[in-house]
Each structure stands twice: as C-alpha cells, then as structure tokens.
C-alpha cells in the first residue's frame, strides 16, 4: 500500500490525486482528516495514537458503524498524510515467518474522510446550511492467509495466524453470500462475526464503490493459495452495490459546525469591539466628569447605560 519514493503505493497515489483534485476545484470548500487502524489478534488498535488500544465497534444513524475512540487528524497536503502514515507503520504489528522475513500480523485500515461543501460569495450565517457532501475513503491491506505448517508459525505467531485465518475466512463469507444476492432475498449475512467485515461493512455491502486487489504467486508449491486467492476474486467481482452521493442537511457534519463557530465567534468579537469603545469612551467622560465639567454629566448617563445593555448581551 504504501510502496517507495521511486514506486508510489495505493495510498501514495490516492493522497496526491485527492489533493490534485481538490486544488482545481474552486467552487467549494473541504475538510478532510484521517485516521488509520489494525485489527491485531480481533482487538482494534489505533495506530496514530498507540495508547489507544482494544477500541470498540459502535454505529448509530447519523455516523454508521464506526469505531470509538480513534485519533482523527485534519490534513491540509499529501506529505502531512505520509508522515502520519509513517508514524502509523512505526507502531503496526510486524513479525517474522518462514515465508517472509517482514510479515504483517495485523490487518490495517487506512481512512480519509472529505467533507465539502458549495462555496458562495457573500457568506452569511444563513448560508452554512447548505448541503455537505461527505466521502469516505478506506485502504485496507490484509494479511495474508497462513498454513502453519509452511510458516512454521509457533507460539505467539502461531495465535496471530489463527486471529488472520478466521477474519479473513469470514470476509470470504460475506463475499460470498453477497455474490450470491442473500442480501437482496432477505438472508443473513455475518457482519458481526469479524472486527474487519464489521468495520467494513458499508464498503462491502452498502452505499460504496469497491475495488479488490489480490497479489499471487506462480510458484507451483503455492498453487493452493493462488487459486484461493483467484476464486475469491472472482466471487467478489460479482457483488453488486449501489453508490450514490451523500449530502448531509443537519449539523452532523463537522464542516458545517466550524463555519458556524466561526460566524457566531465573529458576532461576539464585533459586539466586545462596540463594547470596549463604549468603555472607553465612558472612561474618558468619567474623567471629564471628575474635572466638574457639567456639559459632560448627560453624555455620561448615557453612555453608562449603553454601556450596561451592550455587556448584557454577551
């Protein structure tokens, strides 16, 4: 996923092509941030945070299914993405087996969420309304499937391979009941039985545009798992899902909630102006009043009682 400065991985390429996208489009604003996770041994840890571990799946209506407890990251240029993907990598559980001397132990999800929405000239408060489109990107890079008696896998890796084997053997389940339209029949299709098909369930079976890449080998001592690997490719190939665009019309969307904050913090700014000139003028009156200037005494009756009504509004 990653790849190298001279061969750019997926997540390289995606980060920059966002990027791109986003600085020729001048009709709106984005946000995005991202968030990056493994599930190790079916226990979901945090990557850019590594004092967040064992994190819980949740869903609700306004956010789906989503896991609590994750460092999000706003991200303005695709080297701040990188640098935080390196510090995620840097806590990424990686071991050593007969098969590969850099073994993933855990599977990883990569996400960025971009939020936009229409800008217009002239903006008001009545305008941040509008509707904010949000898009979620997910990268996911699975371990492979492991035969112990290949990898020579014992003890701790021995446990890790198991924990592999059993999620992704419940992602080909799903797979495979999707291929076969259960869904649309009104069947069961076991999300629940793994952290990763949970986690991924809107992009397996909802409102999402999927992509599978499965890496295999021409060695003839791993013909088993190559044709493992091609038959759940092709199973995949034939799930169908619906996307469409996601337009959010409440506050949910953090985008919408900023600009806000920021029309509301400007009103209080501009009232704390008119008040602190009203104090100062009141001020100046009061000296004026303490030299027995009787001209002044009406204007500093008024001004004392501006004064009030403007401070009771903040």
């Known amino acids: ?20 996208i986003i600085s020729q489009d001048a009709s709106r604003d984005f946000l995005l941030r991202m968030l990056y996770l493994e599930i190790y041994n079916e226990n979901i840890n945090d990557l850019l945070d590594p004092c967040n571990r064992k994190l819980q799946i949740h869903e609700n209506l306004e956010k789906g299914v989503f896991v609590a407890g994750l460092r999000e990251d706003f991200v303005d240029s ?12 840097s806590h990424r559980h990686i071991g050593e087996t007969n098969m590969n001397h ?5 599977h990883t999800i990569f996400r960025m969420i971009i939020e936009s929405r229409q800008r217009m000239q002239g903006e008001g408060i009545g305008n941040v309304c509008d509707a904010v489109r949000v898009s979620v990107l997910n990268v996911v890079d699975l371990a492979g499937s492991e035969r112990a008696a290949k990898t020579g896998a014992e003890s701790v890796r021995l446990k890790e391979g198991t924990h592999i084997n059993r999620s992704l053997m419940t992602l080909g389940t799903v797979i495979k009941k999707l291929s076969e339209g259960v869904d649309r029949q ?17 992009a397996l079976g909802g409102n999402a ?26 199973r ?5 899902n619906c996307a469409h665009v ?22 209080k700014l501009k009232i704390e102006n008119e ?26 009756s008024f001004l004392r009682q501006s004064w009030v009504k403007q401070k009771a509004t903040i």
Do not use: W
């Open 209 to 234: 545009n999927t992509a599978i890449i499965c890496n295999v080998t021409l060695a003839l001592v791993h013909v088993n798992e190559t044709k493992s690997s091609l038959q759940f490719a092709s």
């Open 1 to 20: 996923m990653r790849g190298s400065p001279i061969e750019p991985g997926i997540i390289s390429l995606a980060v920059h092509d966002f990027f791109d």
């Open 236 to 240: 995949a190939l034939r799930v169908t």
């Open 275 to 300: 008040l602190n000139r009203v104090q100062r003028e009141y001020e100046d009156l009061l000296v004026q009043y303490e030299t027995r200037e009787p001209s002044t005494r009406y204007k500093l």
């Open 78 to 89: 695709p080297q701040q993405v990188l640098e935080l993907m390196e510090l995620g990598e």
């Open 246 to 267: 996601n337009e959010i019309l409440t506050d949910t969307a953090l985008l919408k909630r900023q600009s806000k904050e920021i029309e509301e913090l400007r009103s």
């Open 186 to 202: 009104g069947g069961h299709i076991p999300y629940r039985d793994s952290k990763l098909t949970r986690i991924l369930q809107p």
């Open 102 to 106: 850099y073994s993933s132990r855990s």
